[in-house]
């Protein structure tokens, strides 16, 4: 790979793996909802395993900062019109 971020939009695992990785991950969610750590910790507790799990479904993109979430719609930036 060279210094540019990968762009894809194909999943690295089957269907039927990503289903089964979400469903961990929203045990994972709840168990860090049950612990001790601050809020802002478990928020990036959160973060971080949720942009692993888009990775894997190819809708994340790590490292790209002009465009880290390609699939998700844009608001019009009011001050740019």
Not at 25 to 37: F, G, N, P, Q, R
Not at 46 to 53: C, I, L, Q
């Amino acid at each position: 790979m060279t210094g540019e971020a990968q762009h894809t939009t194909s999943a690295r695992i089957s269907t039927l793996a990503l289903s089964e990785v979400q469903a961990a991950m929203k045990e994972y969610w709840a168990v860090l909802d049950e612990s001790e750590l601050s809020e802002a910790s478990k928020g990036m507790y959160m973060d971080m395993a949720g942009n692993f799990v888009r990775w894997m479904s190819g809708e994340f993109v790590p490292g790209s900062r002009k465009n880290p979430y390609p699939f998700r719609k844009r608001k019009k930036d009011p001050i740019a019109s």
